[in-house]
Each structure stands twice: as C-alpha cells, then as structure tokens.
C-alpha cells in the first residue's frame, strides 16, 4: 500500500512539472493574442466542439510554415478558424491560405474569426466536402504546406491529395495521428473507421518513398499530436 502511494504521488508529481513546462513554453513561446481569443469565445459560443490544436501545436504550425517558406497554404478541415490563423500568420506579403469546411455556418465564424485576428485580407474559406473540393485545386498547386484535421476516416485519401497538391520541400502535417497509440499500433478499436484511417496514414507517411516522416506527440498530456512529413518527389 506505502509503495502504491508512493507511485501515485510520483506520478502526480510528473503530471504537475509536465503541466508546468507546457504552460511556461506556452506563456514565452505561444502566447495567444486577442485575434486566437476570440476565435476560440465565438466557437464556444456557438456550439463548436473545444477540439482545436494547442497554442504550441500552433506555433509549431507557423514554424513549419516559416522553414518551408511557405506562400501558398492548405488547410483541410477549419473548425473555428484558430490553426488556420496561426498559419495565415506566418504568410508573406500576398500569401495565401485556402481553408476547406465541410460546414456553411461554421465557415461564416471562421470567416469572421480571420477577419477580427487580422488575416481576412489572405485567407479563403470554400465550402463543401473535402475530398469533392481537393480535385479542383490542382490548378492552383503546388502549395508550400498542407495541414490535415478533419474527418478521419478519409485521412488516406487526403494523404494522396496532399502530396499530389504539393512539391519538392512541401510539409504535409496531419493532426490527431496518436491517439494514445491507437493509430500507431492498431488497437482493438482497429475496425472502427477513425481509428483505421489513422492507422493507414501513418502506415503510408512511413513507408511512402515520396515522403520523409514523424510523428510527435505534441498535444497536452502527450497522448495525441502530429505527424509531419517532408515532401521529396509528388510523383
């Protein structure tokens, strides 16, 4: 019993100085402005779930954008609009990001969310489902990064379109590809669609020859996060 409470105690203790280095990297690294803010209060307020990535998996969105030198970049999958201004802000100058919701209402918040956090004037939200919009973006590829975080289930398929839509150098990172290990191991929940969707992506990101790949838990409480590939050859 003295032993279990110790290890519990211990634990607890691992928690609370993980806790701490995560909010210290937040509050110096990622701070989040009145822009992210209020993206985040006008999704609370209408409904939308409180799934949206981490200030720190934000600034590790824009980072990323930065070392790609990004100009063009597609988001699958908006929610509330708060990845996509992280990553509008690491846009230059006539940069630009494209935004795909599957929701007309939610894309109006967003819309509004882009414009109040400053990058209305390079972003654009299209409606509709993804995998119906993806083949009309050819013509405006290559795009520098693409980030994934939708639906799961069709993450394969928006794996294809990412590096068909990409170039040499392009990142492609994908959200929610841990999922406690789920969707790097397989689990009993192997069957269940999300999860296999997940599980095909990373079987593919990492053995794919086009693409060099990681996945990182970079969520709070490290059981979910990214993976991020590197773009060698689209074709």
């Known amino acids: 019993m003295t032993n279990d409470r110790v290890d519990l105690t211990a634990s607890q203790q691992r928690v609370q100085t993980q806790n701490d280095i995560e909010t210290a990297i937040t509050e ?6 009145e822009g992210l803010r209020n993206a985040l209060a006008t999704a609370k307020a209408a409904g939308l779930p409180a799934i949206q990535i981490s200030p720190i998996q934000g600034k ?46 939610h894309a109006m918040i967003i ?7 400053g990058v209305g ?7 509709g489902k993804a995998l119906d919009l993806l083949p009309h973006l050819t013509n405006e590829a290559p795009f520098d990064l693409v980030f994934i ?31 406690g290990g789920k969707a ?3 689990s009993d929940d192997e069957q269940e669609e999300s999860t296999a969707g997940l599980l095909e ?11 060099t790949s990681l ?21």
């Open 28 to 33: 110096i690294f990622a701070p989040e402005d």
């Open 60 to 105: 590790l969105l824009q980072l990323l954008a930065r070392a790609a030198n990004a100009k063009k970049i597609l988001e699958i999958g908006s929610l509330a609009g708060y990845s996509g201004i992280w990553l509008a802000r690491a846009l230059p100058e006539g940069g630009r990001l494209i935004s795909l919701e599957i929701d007309p209402k």
């Open 111 to 117: 819309r509004n969310s882009f414009a109040n956090a």
């Open 121 to 127: 004037d390079r972003t654009e939200v299209r409606v």
């Open 149 to 179: 975080d939708a639906d799961k289930s069709p993450y394969p398929h928006y794996l294809d379109w990412a590096i068909q839509l990409s170039r040499p150098g392009s990142i492609i990172v994908a959200d929610n590809c841990i999922r």
């Open 184 to 186: 790097l191991r397989g």
């Open 201 to 211: 992506y990373n079987r593919r990101a990492s053995s794919d020859p086009r693409l």
């Open 215 to 235: 996945a990182l838990a970079v969520d709070s409480g490290h059981t979910d996060g990214f993976t991020i590939s590197v773009v060698s050859s689209p074709v």
